[in-house]
C-alpha cells in the first residue's frame, strides 16, 4: 500500500539559508500534520492542513510557513534557518474525522551548519 | 493542555523476557490514544486504542486501555533483540476549530540483550 511521501530525505544547509521540505500524503487522505523532532526529544507539532486549509497550529515558528496544495501534497517552507532548526521533520497524513490514525512518512533529516 | 507521560523512560532486558510499558495521559477531548515502535527512522504505528477494557494483539505485543483511570500498557512478550527500540505513545485529542492533534509522551526505550 502507499505510505506518506517526504522528500527530501535529507538536507544539508547553512545558517540563513531557506529551506522547503515537500510532503505527499496517502492517496484520498485529506489532512497533513507536520511534526519536528529535535535530537533525543519528542515529536512536537508544527501544524496540520485539511482541505487546503490551516487547521491548528502548534509550536511553528514564525520563521517557517506552510501550505497545502490542490492535490493535497503540504510543503513546510524554513527561512532564515538557525542551528537549532536541525531535527527530523515528519509529515503524517490522515482522514479527515474519519476514524482514521495519522500515518506518519519518513521523515526529512535537516542539518543545519 | 494536554499531557503523556511515559514509564519507565529506559528499560533493558534480556531476550525471552517479558516487559509492560506505561502511558498515562491528560487530555480534553480524547479520541484515541496509539502506540508506536521508533526506531531510527520514522515512528512506525503499533496500536490504536478507543474503548476501555478490549485488549488488542498483534503477535507478542498487546495493549489495553483504561478511559477510566486514563492509561495504557503496552505489553511485549518472548521479547528478542529486534525488539529493541524507543516505543512512542501518543494521545489524539480534539483541539478546537475542527482539528485533532496528537501529543506525543517521551517514549520508552527499551534495549533487549541477548
Known amino acids: 500500500a502507499a505510505g506518506v511521501i517526504q522528500s527530501p530525505r535529507h538536507l544539508i544547509k547553512e545558517k540563513r539559508e531557506t529551506a522547503t521540505l515537500k510532503c505527499y500524503p496517502i492517496?484520498?487522505?485529506?489532512?497533513v500534520y507536520w511534526y519536528q523532532q529535535g535530537p533525543g526529544q519528542d515529536p512536537q507539532f508544527l501544524i496540520s492542513f485539511y482541505e487546503k486549509m490551516q487547521s491548528d497550529k502548534g509550536s511553528i515558528p514564525d520563521r517557517f510557513s506552510a501550505q497545502q496544495f490542490s492535490d493535497y501534497h503540504s510543503e513546510l517552507n524554513m527561512s532564515s534557518l538557525e542551528l537549532g532548526d536541525s531535527a527530523l521533520y515528519f509529515c503524517?497524513?490522515?482522514?479527515w474525522g474519519g476514524g482514521d490514525t495519522q500515518y506518519f512518512g519518513p521523515g526529512t533529516r535537516l542539518t543545519v551548519l | 493542555e494536554d499531557k503523556v507521560v511515559q514509564s519507565p523512560l529506559s528499560l533493558v532486558v534480556h531476550e525471552g523476557d517479558t516487559v509492560t510499558l506505561n502511558c498515562s495521559y491528560e487530555v480534553t477531548n480524547f479520541r484515541s490514544l496509539l502506540w508506536y515502535k521508533q526506531e531510527k527512522k520514522a515512528p512506525t504505528f503499533l496500536f490504536m486504542l478507543t474503548s476501555s477494557g478490549i485488549e488488542k494483539k498483534s503477535g507478542r505485543l498487546s495493549s489495553i486501555l483504561d478511559k477510566k483511570e486514563l492509561f495504557s500498557i503496552l505489553n511485549i512478550t518472548a521479547t528478542q533483540t529486534g525488539d529493541s527500540a524507543v516505543y512512542l505513545c501518543a494521545v489524539e485529542g480534539y483541539s478546537g476549530a475542527g482539528s485533532y492533534q496528537l501529543t506525543f509522551g517521551k517514549g520508552t526505550k527499551l534495549s533487549v540483550i541477548p
Open positions: 492517496p484520498r487522505h485529506d489532512t
Open positions: 503524517a497524513s490522515s482522514l
